[in-house]
């Protein structure tokens, strides 16, 4: 099994450049790739293979021929994908058809070499490759894929290596999740549970919003594209990328917590509650729309998943609607406030437990009533929090 790695890279002037060129190049290789495409097709109403975008754009750039390759399949995947969603009744999707000035330029395992501390990505026969450090743990194993990526404004090396070790695997048991804003999660599997704040979180994109909107106001009163305008965009690019990488790495570590906890716990199934639709349709204040569109719950479901997963373990997904206002004793549907469930039976717990608990029993026994509500609660910060234990920010 593979897992993918961000690599920060710290270049010099002339690694700059030729980075720049790279993407440079992949950016034309793929907007002309999109040209001909479209011409075929109007012209003699063909749609072309992935085989045939590769044999036509064989040799033409200054990039590896494995990196044309990848490029071609990208595209053609983008291709495919439009193309079934519109079977679909999708007519929303649209199929690739903009020029790219910049593009991710992408090496096979195959090419890629790992010497000296560093990797020496090749750009064909006769140029010269592309060399940069690597840290420690990634030098002694293979690298399936590497991209080179820009990002918030910085170079990027995001490589998919075989996993490192052997990850303990996970057990057979049940356990659930149900994700929060103010409790980023609780998990339980009906015996104990874990809740891990969200509050490093909220406070992290309080004061990005506070920023971005002190420095909205500043440039409302510039003239548009004027020197200060630039300059205080750029200030607001910069304060965007160090919340997403705040946010990322408090991700990370959540949901590190929550697996680990699973594993330790021997649960080899875990239930997520479903909240993908959970804004359609609804007409929420501005407070409550603000926090439920920057919720980065999506991202904090993927994490858990393809963790959880290199244990072995299987992830599913289940609607969680009425989890957390039902009653797991006497079956009443109550309205909590705040963090406590209080129920007219006398019943009093943790209300994101609750909701854990009943995306539990849902799954054992096809109902809320009755589920498991654990007594022991275990309350957990983000690693990075912890006094004397802290972490590199924007770690995977």
Not at 37 to 62: D, F, N, T
Not at 241 to 263: F, G, T, Y
Request: charged share 30%; with cysteine; glycine share 10%.
């Amino acid at each position: 099994m593979s897992r993918a790695y961000l690599v920060r890279l710290k270049l010099k002037a002339v690694q700059r450049e030729q980075a720049d060129a790279l993407r440079r190049e992949a950016g034309r290789a793929w907007s002309e790739m999109v040209t001909f495409h479209w011409r075929v097709y109007r012209k003699k109403g063909v749609w072309l293979s992935k085989h045939s975008l590769q044999r036509w754009a064989k040799r033409r750039y200054a990039l590896h021929s494995q990196s044309i390759q990848a490029l071609a399949d990208k595209l053609h995947a983008n291709f495919e994908t439009a193309r079934q969603l519109r079977r679909d009744g999708d007519s929303t999707a649209r199929f690739p058809c903009k020029r790219k000035d910049y593009q991710v330029v992408v090496w096979k395992g195959q090419a890629i070499r790992v010497r000296g501390g560093g990797v020496v990505l090749p750009n064909g026969q006769g140029r010269p490759p592309f060399r940069v450090h690597l840290p420690a743990h990634l030098r002694t194993t293979a690298i399936r894929q590497a991209e080179l990526v820009w990002r918030r404004g910085e170079y990027w090396l995001a490589c998919a290596v075989d996993r490192l070790a052997d990850a303990p695997a996970a057990g057979d048991g049940l356990a659930a999740v149900d994700m929060g804003e103010v409790q980023a999660l609780a998990v339980t599997d009906g015996e104990e549970a874990l809740c891990i704040s969200g509050r490093a979180l909220r406070s992290v994109k309080r004061w990005r919003n506070k920023r971005l909107g002190d420095l909205a106001r500043l440039q409302s009163r510039c003239q548009r594209g004027s020197r200060r305008s630039r300059k205080l965009q750029r200030a607001k690019n910069r304060v965007k990328a160090q919340a997403q990488r705040r946010l990322r790495d408090l991700d990370h570590k959540v949901s590190r917590l929550a697996v680990n906890w699973l594993v330790a716990r021997s649960c080899g199934t875990v239930v997520i509650g479903d909240l993908r639709d959970i804004a359609n349709g609804k007409r929420l204040s501005k407070v409550s729309q603000q926090k439920v569109g920057q919720w980065e719950r999506g991202r904090q479901e993927r994490y858990i998943e393809f963790k959880f997963r290199a244990h072995g373990g299987q992830v599913e997904y289940r609607s969680e609607r009425g989890t957390s206002s039902t009653c797991p004793r006497c079956g009443q549907r109550v309205h909590p406030q705040g963090r406590v469930f209080r129920c007219g039976c006398g019943f009093v717990a943790h209300r994101d437990v609750v909701g854990a608990a009943g995306i539990l029993g849902l799954a054992e026994h096809g109902q809320v009533h009755g589920a498991r509500v654990p007594t022991v609660v275990k309350y957990r910060l983000p690693a990075e929090l912890r006094r004397g234990r802290r972490s590199p920010a924007d770690t995977g």
